[in-house]
């Protein structure tokens, strides 16, 4: 059965900028499922919300003057930066290796389902702080997007065979949340009615699975793909 992945910003850096990145696993992991889907060596469709291609972009440029600096203090060379940008303009063109995917009228609508339980519950509000609530930070707009399109891929598709690729702790612990939400929130935040209008019945179900690449175990990304590691050949990057 064919998967489906809506790939973050978070991950497609780390996977076009190996050795920028500070966490430990998502390089690897990431690099591990582009490089399968690239070589068609797993059954996979990658995709990348519009946005976030220029998110992306804008990412390497920071990179490459100076606004984010390896450990030795410096940018990364300009041989990098160009190898970077051109392979993922390659990869995204067309849709060779990465589709685009187009943001449209349902992930609007969509991504009220993920607002209104992020403002609700206030998810990253610390508990015990009396003034911590005034200082709630919802979860980015671009990042309820990314849900909201999760979710529209799921009813396309099935839930189990779509997953968010992420490496941000925000977009699962609110996806999370908005499975989980108690009945007396779902009626408060009118959830059935904000989902009837694209054509869903608000429940667990309609949410996408939300692959943490830094957080999850082995066998969490084994009971997704079926198989874990995948298949693989290595795209070599220059240092």
Request: net charge positive; aromatic share 10%; hydrophobic share 40%.
């Amino acid at each position: 059965m064919r998967k489906y992945l809506l790939l973050d910003t978070s991950v497609i850096v780390d996977y076009y900028l190996p050795g920028t990145s500070s966490l430990k696993k998502t390089p690897k992991r990431i690099a591990t499922i582009i490089d399968s889907t690239r070589n068609r060596m797993t059954n996979v469709q990658l995709f990348v919300p519009d946005f976030c291609i220029v998110e992306t972009y804008n990412a390497f440029t920071k990179w490459r003057f100076g606004e984010r600096i390896l450990p030795h203090g410096k940018p990364i060379s300009k041989k990098r930066y160009d190898k970077a940008r051109n392979l993922f303009r390659e990869d995204t063109l067309n849709g060779k290796v990465i589709q685009q995917y187009e943001l449209c009228r349902y992930h609007v609508i969509a991504a009220d389902l993920i607002s209104a339980v992020d403002y609700h519950y206030q998810y990253f509000r610390k508990k015990g702080d009396v003034a911590a609530k005034l200082k709630f930070t919802s979860i980015k707009v671009v990042d309820t997007l990314i849900g909201a399109m999760g979710i529209w891929l799921a009813k396309l598709h099935g839930r189990e065979n779509v997953a968010i690729v992420t490496a941000d702790n925000r977009i699962e612990a609110i996806i999370g949340k908005a499975q989980r939400v108690s009945a007396t929130a779902m009626r408060h935040l009118g959830l059935r009615k904000i989902a009837a209008c694209i054509g869903l019945e608000y429940s667990p179900e309609i949410f996408p699975e939300v692959l943490h690449l830094e957080e999850d175990s082995d066998h969490d990304l084994k009971s997704f793909f079926g198989k874990w590691p995948l298949p693989v050949r290595q795209t070599e990057f220059p240092v």
